[in-house]
């Protein structure tokens, strides 16, 4: 979707400029009187995605008012742009009598720059990233703008209106969990992929950014749009007890669009929910977030089955490790391939009791030779039904069993439970794709904690760049309900 809003230039009933391409017809600046010259009133068309450049307004009404001492800067031509400054009485004035001013005739099309701000280091083509956005003056230097307009006849109306593209896109930072134990949320940053634009190209290296704090739980900051990285920290974030958790892995982002997160910080590590991505328009900054603390389930009691763990071979991939605490062992499926004997992996955990579940933590095998290679697709369900389980003797199947395959079709499991269709199966999230955090840092993913079940369904899309599935520990959130 184009991306765009209108500032307007009102112009006196006499015109002319020095922006013409007729030399006869070119009077300098110096010369126009103050009815010649183009005045500015920058407002918001009704039919503009965008309000003004106050990112953080309160309200609607803020967002469209621009501040005392904003400065824009207007050029024709090759011209150098001249500078308006918005002034205390809400008029926008340049110093001197440097304005610009119409000319009579144009006999070829001329071009109309604007940008936004217009302040040290930026220009129509150039702009550094501030590292600094922590107050309402800073992010809102940081809202980098341009328009073009091209003209062939002075406006009727004597109104230039130039399209102004959002350079920039917005990142939103919700803090919706904080384990317990590491008290609250000390500092926040946010990484760009890049640190400037260019005539050319954008450019790094990659710059933090302190972000503007909307609220105690709520930050935003605005960032060079760029394809993403996966190498480079995207977000660190400190609290009171626990230190600083970075998550690895810049998203990509795209000029004139709004990306929401969530961010779960753990004992073991932080993480992202996918992003809630909007059009950037006026009236999503406002309200409080109000976060509830999400306990730790207690796994006591609980076990855990699913169509496959890789025994066979004398490792200890086992369903057990899935919740024995110990970040050493692991389970893992059988590979990817046209006689994967699990398509797909599916791990069922049964908690004994009814639980609305509201997060999820999963920690990788300790494998540091396929470590980054963990990204998975996942979906998550609950149930209570009694095929959910599989009534299986794992440890007496294996006991005494080194090597050789097994072919799990054969012992029943799709005959002896609802796997393969999926009945009574209630979904508690969209498909995530894994960050492939390294071991023993945990990745989080919120559930929707409106829905119960006595089972929790973990079914592996895509085993990713691995080719198979591995997890150390599976931890869950929420509370238990009555039946």
């Known amino acids: 979707m184009k991306t765009f809003r209108y500032f307007y230039l009102l112009a006196a009933l006499t015109a002319f400029s020095a922006c013409s391409n007729d030399d006869d017809e070119v009077q300098g600046q110096g010369s126009a009187t103050n009815a010649d010259k183009v005045l500015i009133n920058a407002v918001v068309d009704g039919n503009s995605l965008f309000t003004r450049s106050n990112p953080m307004g309160a309200n609607d009404a803020s967002q469209q008012t621009f501040n005392q001492g904003d400065k824009l800067a207007v050029g024709c031509g090759d011209e150098l742009p001249v500078v308006y400054t918005m002034g205390a009485d809400k008029n926008w004035a340049t110093e001197g009598e440097n304005g610009l001013a119409w000319a009579e005739s144009y006999p070829e099309a001329v071009a109309y720059h604007a940008y936004y701000p217009a ?73 760009s992929q890049y640190a400037a ?211 799990w079709q054969e012992m029943g499991w799709k005959d002896s439970t609802d796997w393969e269709t999926q009945e009574n199966w209630i979904k508690v999230s969209d498909e995530i794709t894994m960050q492939s955090l390294h071991n023993p840092e945990v990745e989080y993913y919120k559930l929707d904690g409106t829905k119960a079940g006595r089972y929790f369904i973990i079914k592996v899309v895509d085993r990713g760049m691995r080719g198979l599935a591995e997890f150390a520990e599976i931890y869950l959130y929420g509370e238990e309900v009555s039946e």
């Open 119 to 191: 302040v040290a280091s930026v220009s129509f083509n150039t702009f550094i990233l501030p590292s600094d956005q922590s107050s309402n003056e800073n992010i809102t230097n940081a809202d980098y703008m341009t328009g073009t307009t091209e003209i062939s006849e002075r406006p009727a109306d004597g109104v230039l209106k130039l399209n102004m593209n959002r350079r920039m896109a917005r990142v939103i930072i919700k803090i919706a969990g904080v384990e317990d134990g590491l008290g609250s949320v000390t500092s926040l940053i946010v990484n």
């Open 197 to 407: 634009i260019s005539p050319v190209n954008v450019e790094g290296p990659v710059k933090s950014i302190t972000p503007y704090a909307m609220d105690n739980d709520t930050y935003a900051a605005l960032v060079i749009p760029g394809e993403g990285s996966n190498t480079e920290t995207f977000v660190e974030v400190g609290t009171t007890t626990g230190g600083t958790r970075k998550i690895t892995g810049i998203k990509p982002a795209e000029a004139g669009k709004s990306y929401t997160y969530d961010l779960y910080v753990g004992e073991r590590g932080a993480t992202l929910s996918d992003p809630i991505v909007e059009d950037w328009t006026e009236g999503t900054l406002q309200g409080t977030l109000t976060v509830k603390e999400m306990k730790q389930l207690d796994r006591t009691g609980w076990t855990a089955t699913g169509k496959y763990e890789e025994r066979q071979w004398n490792e200890p991939g086992s369903f057990k490790h899935l919740i024995d605490d110990n970040s050493e062992t692991f389970w893992e499926s059988d590979w990817n391939g046209p006689n994967a004997k699990d398509v797909p992996p599916i791990l069922v955990i049964d908690t004994r009791k009814l639980h609305a579940f509201t997060k999820i933590g999963l920690m990788h095998r300790q494998n540091d030779n396929e470590k980054d290679k963990h990204n998975y697709k996942i979906e998550f369900y609950v149930s209570s039904a009694s095929k959910t389980w599989w009534n299986f003797d794992h440890e007496e199947y294996w006991n005494g069993k080194t090597g050789g395959g097994v072919d």
